[in-house]
């Protein structure tokens, strides 16, 4: 059966064809082929192939480029590795684009002549975008959020349930009947986000910053319309869908009249909203955005927050989120949070804008298909985990938490895994504790 038709195949090439994206052609006609990104690649790592050298990954896309849009490729294919767009192409750049490549970004920053190879890999992805051969795991959950307004599909009187026994707990926990986790309400300072999967598998993430937000005395809100931080048409290519999903969070930061938007512990979603977003909806935002890591430095360095890091006595690491360390610039705010938070804080081997890619990014949580491969590249990080001798894991970022827990119980490595503002949450030192 034939794969990709005509129209597809034209829709394809469309992506290809623009001549204003300078980018993409430097990129593309930049790269040398050296194969020095060979070792900065999990996938490589894991499983040392050549077809998974990011490099190989830019070339795909450029032999495809070379053949429809240069003069020797179109008269002289052969001679220039000039590729047609066929069957065997179009399954080849699935395969290797989609699900064997996490966009951490790593070998970006090790080329020696600095290709954006996650850019090329990203325009690989927009042309099987437009051709709907998305992986169906990944549409799925990017039709759930359409859909249903968040990713899990999670009905507004599931999510508010939620939320009131939070509430409850909230109450007990730092014994004020007044605290509160506020829904709806216009003209706060804050519309704090969320991933969906703390409403349906990690609520404690919600206590903790609820507790945060309570010692720091903060103007906040969530909604319960449009909460959703993820953006999972960032990875697929479709920036259309992608637009739809940043403007309806856009929407309601300017409905509820907030000054802010904090962005939830998520790499990808901090990235599509705070940076890609604009390009999508083509308009700066009237608001401040900024992720829960900064917020969370800020509390402390201002003295909002009082913390006790000999409330945390066990041996902590710190695990990079992609998005938000190499590709976001954020790394010098976690550490400042756990130096002030824990009483022994260790580093693994690398770290910061160097740091190893756990494997759960690139929509890789959400590919099924590709399940094994994730699970071998993420061995990786499983044993920079075991070097660490760490028994807790902090990491910004639900999709790492997700990727990271499947890494503990499948190497045994033993070890708690927490967000940042659970970290916090625990070293606080509220104000009834401090009079007693």
């Known amino acids: ?85 066929d069957d065997e192409a179009a399954n080849e750049m699935v395969d290797l684009l989609f699900g064997a490549c996490t966009l951490c970004g790593r070998c970006v920053t090790h ?27 990944l549409q799925s959950t990017i039709d759930a959020a359409l859909e249903s307004g968040n990713n899990m599909s999670i009905p507004k009187e599931e999510f508010v349930e939620t939320l009131e026994w939070l509430e409850e707990d909230l109450q007990f926990e730092v014994n004020d009947d007044e605290a509160k986790i506020h829904l709806d309400e216009e003209g706060k300072d804050i519309l704090y986000t969320l991933n969906p999967r703390e409403p349906k598998f990690f609520p404690l993430s919600i206590s903790a910053m609820a507790k945060v937000f309570h010692a720091a005395k903060e103007s906040w809100t ?42 939830a512990e998520c790499g990808h979603g901090s990235r599509a909203f705070r940076w890609e977003g604009p390009n999508y909806l083509k308009k700066t935002y009237p608001f401040d955005v900024f992720t829960s890591v900064e917020l969370l430095a800020s509390y402390i360095r201002e003295g909002r927050l009082k913390v006790d890091p000999a409330k945390i006595t066990q041996k902590v690491s710190l695990h990079d989120p992609c998005n938000l360390a190499r590709s976001g610039g954020i790394w010098k705010e976690q550490r400042y949070i756990l130096n002030a938070c824990v009483s022994d804080f260790v580093e693994m081997t690398p770290h910061g804008n160097d740091n190893i890619c756990c494997g759960g990014g690139g929509g890789q949580l959400a590919m ?38 499947q890494l503990n119980v499948t190497y045994k490595l033993g070890i708690k895994i927490m967000t940042l503002g659970e970290i916090v949450a625990d070293a606080i030192v509220l104000e009834n504790e401090e009079s007693n």
């Not at 920079?384 to 894991?393: C, F, L, N, P, V």
């Open 1 to 85: 059966m034939e794969i990709i038709t005509i129209e597809k195949k034209k829709k394809g090439l469309e992506v290809l064809s623009n001549k204003e994206d300078g980018k993409l052609q430097t990129h593309m006609n930049a790269c040398v082929h050296c194969g020095l990104c060979a070792n900065s690649c999990v996938y490589y790592n894991a499983m040392p192939e050549a077809r998974f050298i990011p490099a190989t990954k830019v070339e795909l896309v450029s032999s495809i480029y070379r053949r429809y849009q240069t003069f020797s490729g179109k008269f002289f294919p052969s001679l220039v590795g000039a590729r047609s767009l």
């Open 111 to 137: 080329c020696s002549i600095g290709v954006d190879i996650s850019y090329v890999v990203k325009k690989g992805r927009e042309m099987l975008s437009a051709m709907d051969m998305i992986p169906e795991t």
């Open 222 to 263: 969530l909604s319960t319309k449009m909460y959703d931080i993820t953006n999972y048409a960032y990875y697929s290519g479709n920036y259309k869908e992608a637009a739809v999903i940043t403007q309806r969070l856009y929407d309601e930061v300017e409905r509820l009249g907030a000054k802010s938007c904090v962005l």
């Open 368 to 405: 099924s298909e590709y399940n094994d491969r994730r699970m071998a590249i993420g061995k990786i990080k499983a044993d920079q985990i075991k070097a660490s001798g760490a028994e807790i894991i902090a990491t910004p970022c639900h999709n790492c938490v997700d990727q990271l827990t």
